[in-house]
Structure formats: structure tokens, C-alpha cells
């Protein structure tokens, strides 16, 4: 019965390390349970506050929808997220390709960014099957103005075929492992072309 409190204090730490550790040209995707918020408002003058405090812009601060947890009231999550962006912060459904309606959510919600599942991009480069869905999900949130971030990439063939594809940012331990430490300046852009998870 603690997760509205943990939520709390684990954005908090993330604003903080973010703002203490990364340039201020690096947006900040936060993991957002939304059965989690009890209380929208103070939830967001929180969040709010938090950024004022470290001094870091709210447009830096991405709030994932964690997709493979149910939404119980998408209506109300959807208020909630208008109100967030009305305050300047960005919003990205998380895992999308698994779970739930991930699609439903991404035409609902409208995110700004979008993360494609990382078992649908793990091995992509040998199957016909994943490419054609990673293709067609990223073809799909390009015409909606949304941004695509493949995560769990592990291979150099898969990260070719992702950003031959069109993925706009791409992440997963070929590039770092998650880590509080600064690993940005040692491992972003990577390789030729790349688009760092910390884009």
C-alpha cells in the first residue's frame, strides 16, 4: 500500500539525479504508474515544485505510461496528461507492443513519444515478422507527429534496422547499461548516426 508514496519519491530522485547530472538539452523520461496518482493535483504541484527546486525545465521531463499496467479510467488519465502538458512536460507510452491496448492508449493519449516493446525490437534484424511491425508502428506514429525510441538493443544488426526504419532514439546496453553514474558523455552517440537514449 505504498506505491503512491514510492511513485513519489522515486520522480523526485530522478529530477534531482537528472538535473545534477545531465545537460540541460537532455530530456528526462520518468516511469508514471497512473493507478498509482491518488491525488492529480498535488501529484503534479510536486512534480512541479520538484523541478523548480533543481532548476530543471519542464519540457525536459517525459512522463512514461508504464503500458503493461491496466488503466482503470483512461478518460481521467487522459485530464490528467493535458494537464501536465499544459505545464510544459511531455508525455511517452511505455512498452508499446506488449500488454494491453498499447494502440488504443496511442491514439487516446496522443503521446508525444512512443517506446516499442523491447521483445519486439530484441533480434528484429532476423525476423521478417518484427521489422514489418516495427515499420508499421513506427510509419504510424511518424504521420501522428509522435517520436519512436527503440528499447532493448543489445545488437549492432538490430540497431541498424531500427534506424533504418526510422526510429528516432534508440536504447539498450550496446549503448549503457542503466546506471545513476554519468555514463552520458562516455556512450551517447555511439556509433555512426545513433540517437542516444539520453537524446
Do not use: W
Amino acid at each position: 500500500k505504498l506505491l503512491y508514496v514510492f511513485d513519489f519519491l522515486a520522480r523526485e530522485v530522478a529530477i534531482r539525479t537528472a538535473a545534477t547530472r545531465f545537460p540541460d538539452t537532455v530530456n528526462v523520461f520518468i516511469n508514471f504508474m497512473p493507478n498509482s496518482v491518488l491525488d492529480p493535483q498535488r501529484s503534479l504541484e510536486k512534480t512541479v515544485n520538484d523541478c523548480v527546486n533543481t532548476g530543471i525545465r519542464p519540457e525536459r521531463v517525459v512522463f512514461e505510461i508504464v503500458e503493461s499496467e491496466s488503466i482503470a479510467d483512461i478518460a481521467s488519465l487522459k485530464m490528467l496528461l493535458d494537464t501536465y502538458r499544459a505545464r510544459g512536460f511531455k508525455v511517452a507510452l511505455d512498452d508499446l507492443g506488449s500488454g494491453y491496448s498499447g494502440l488504443n492508449y496511442m491514439l487516446e493519449l496522443m503521446p508525444d513519444f512512443v517506446k516499442l516493446d523491447r521483445e519486439l525490437v530484441n533480434k528484429c534484424a532476423q525476423s521478417n515478422f518484427k521489422r514489418i511491425v516495427v515499420a508499421k508502428l513506427t510509419e504510424a506514429a511518424h504521420f501522428m507527429g509522435i517520436k519512436v525510441v527503440a528499447e532493448g538493443i543489445e545488437q549492432v544488426d538490430d540497431y541498424n534496422v531500427v534506424r533504418d526504419l526510422g526510429v528516432d532514439i534508440v536504447q539498450g546496453y550496446l549503448f549503457a547499461k542503466p546506471s545513476a553514474d554519468t555514463v552520458y558523455g562516455l556512450n551517447h552517440n555511439l556509433l555512426p548516426g545513433s540517437n542516444g537514449a539520453t537524446h
